[in-house]
């Protein structure tokens, strides 16, 4: 007996596929889902079982989520299907459903994996009645679905230059260091200089990052240029491959430092290092719903200066 997906298939699991898609790994999916990364990936296992097609390659070791040409042609559907299933839902008024209202907040993968687990776990609590839905992505997509109305709020490293939006402190900062494997012999006495470091290969984050423009604005003001440099996205990726031994990374304090309690990194004391940066909260004025304003608020500390 042939089973009919339709009647087997659910809308969370769709809805799980398609946040997977659009994420880098299960634990940023789950981030956006509020849901474990374990969780995630049986939802994905689940749906490539009704459907009788892998939708996910896998394979020994990769943390990274890659789709197969049928999880391609999904992702694409469910793009259209899903806010379209949406609209409706809103249409139909109280119906049925989960109809909470929902805010939409996007950051970067430094600050999901720093502060928002907490924040998003309180808010969550104290504030059942909203549906806080989180994309994750880099500052160039964040700004501009702000602009596009896809985002209610955005959590960026270091205020945009944008007179169109407006945007405070979150009260967070965060230290870009060097960090290298304990126990390397390096160059000199005492502090490094950044120039004694270029014959080691540097793990960057990638172009475009806001990360990578802090890096790349101290470097010039210390008369050094990046060449050689390797590019890797994910912060936890840049660790590994130090604990590898292929390089030298530069990452946020916060991804490291139980890695440098352990002894197992070391933080390079470096001229011109840390980079010390702060998270700003931005918004487009005048479009905030009550709900966005209430989580806008619930973020901000209390007192700090707006921007616009």
């Keep these: 007996m042939v089973t009919n997906p339709r009647t087997t298939v659910t809308l969370h699991q769709l809805e799980v596929f398609l946040a997977a898609a659009h994420s880098a790994t299960f ?28 939708l996910i390659q896998r394979s020994p070791g990769r943390r990274e989520i890659r789709l197969t040409a049928a999880g391609e042609l999904l992702a694409k559907s469910c793009e259209t299907a899903l806010p379209a299933l949406d609209e409706a839902f809103r249409g139909l008024g109280g119906s049925g459903g989960d109809h909470r209202p ?7 993968i430094a600050f999901s994996a720093g502060a928002l687990p907490a924040f998003y776990s ?3 609590a104290a504030h059942t009645e909203i549906d806080l839905k989180v994309t994750i992505s880099q500052r160039a997509n964040l700004v501009h679905d ?13 205020a945009a230059d944008d007179a169109q ?10 230290d870009i260091v060097l960090v290298g494997r304990s126990g390397a012999a390096r160059q000199g006495n005492g502090r490094l200089t950044l120039a004694q470091l270029t014959h080691e290969t540097l793990l960057l984050p990638p172009r475009g990052t806001m ?17 050689g440099a390797s590019e890797i996205n994910l912060p936890d990726a840049r660790i590994q491959a130090v604990l590898a031994g292929l390089g030298i990374a530069a990452v946020g304090y916060d991804f490291v430092a139980a ?20 998270w700003y909260l931005a918004w487009r004025a005048g ?9 806008r608020d619930y973020l901000l500390p209390r007192g700090s200066d707006r921007r616009a």
């Design 102 to 108: 929902a805010v939409r907040l996007g950051c970067g």
């Design 259 to 278: 890695t440098v309690g352990r002894g197992d990194l070391v933080v390079l004391d470096v001229q011109g290092f840390p980079i010390h940066s702060e």
């Design 211 to 227: 990360h990578r423009t802090l890096l790349e604005q101290r470097a010039a003001e210390l008369g050094v240029e990046l060449h």
């Design 287 to 295: 479009h905030l719903s009550d709900d966005a304003s209430l989580v």
């Design 122 to 124: 309180v808010l969550q």
């Design 27 to 54: 634990r940023e999916a789950g981030l956006q889902l509020g849901l474990a990364p374990p969780t995630v990936s049986q939802h994905l296992r689940a749906l490539e079982r009704a459907l009788a097609v892998r």
């Design 165 to 174: 939006l407006e945007q405070q402190r979150l009260g967070l900062s965060t």
């Design 146 to 158: 702000l602009h596009q109305e896809r985002l209610d709020l955005a959590v960026l490293l270091e």
